[in-house]
T-cell receptor, first 115, second 115 residues
């Protein structure tokens, strides 16, 4: 069964450093989402792509976060510089373009710890 | 802004009991509602998706209901098993223009089934 791939699975960094996370959605899925989940909370949407275009980045802290999906397939989320409050699980999800009724499929996540 | 609340935050019951998890949302203009399961340190697995026009969905021992007008959903788990231990998250997809359809999540209910 196809899955959403994410790497790395775990990342430890010091504050003020740059970090990057990678996501490869299920083949053929045109819509891609990045969520952030702080421990004990539900996931919160950071950015949504349709193919290579950003559909919604209203909750993305643009002073330090950036996201791209250059060829409309895999995606990278970057934080520069990282802050202590960025420690969280970063989840990537995807769904097919055809049916908005379909569920989003989530990857295993990247757990970030900022020291 | 849509807000999703889940009650209780945590629940511990003996194996074999039937149980109900509750979810409420503030804006009834939703496209659909989903229940997800999350195991510790892992991504999310979709359990049930209810379209706004539906009243309930069933999958095995799970039954989810939706009352859109009152802003409520319940997840019923029959004959609970230790393997059901996980965090259960409720999420709604809003009706919105422009193609933005990120999910709004509750904080989850942490469920423990005692053997």
């Amino acid at each position: 069964e196809a899955e959403v791939a994410q790497s790395p699975r775990y990342k430890i960094t010091e504050k003020s450093q740059a970090v990057a996370f990678w996501c490869d959605p299920i083949s053929g899925h045109a819509t891609l989402y990045w969520y952030r989940q702080i421990l004990g909370q539900g996931p919160e949407l950071l950015v949504q792509f349709q193919d290579e275009s950003v559909v919604d980045d209203s909750q993305l802290p643009k002073d330090r976060f950036s996201a791209e999906r250059l060829k409309g397939v895999d995606s990278t989320l970057k934080i520069q510089p990282a802050e202590l409050g960025d420690s969280a699980m970063y989840l990537c999800a995807s769904r097919q373009r055809i049916s908005a009724q379909e569920t989003q499929y989530f990857g295993p996540g990247t757990r970030l710890l900022v020291l | 802004k849509q807000e999703v609340t889940q009650i209780p935050a945590a629940l511990s019951v003996p194996e074999g009991e039937n149980l109900v998890l509750n979810c409420s949302f503030t804006d009834s203009a939703i496209y659909n509602l989903q229940w997800f399961r999350q195991d510790p340190g892992k991504g999310l697995t979709s359990l049930l998706l209810i379209q706004s026009s539906q009243r309930e969905q069933t999958s095995g021992r799970l039954n989810a209901s939706l009352d859109k007008s009152s802003g409520r959903s319940t997840l019923y788990i029959a004959a609970s098993q230790p393997g059901d231990s996980a965090t259960y998250l409720c999420a709604v997809k809003a009706l919105s223009g422009g193609g933005a359809d990120g999910l709004t999540f509750g904080k989850g209910t942490h469920l423990i089934i005692q053997p």
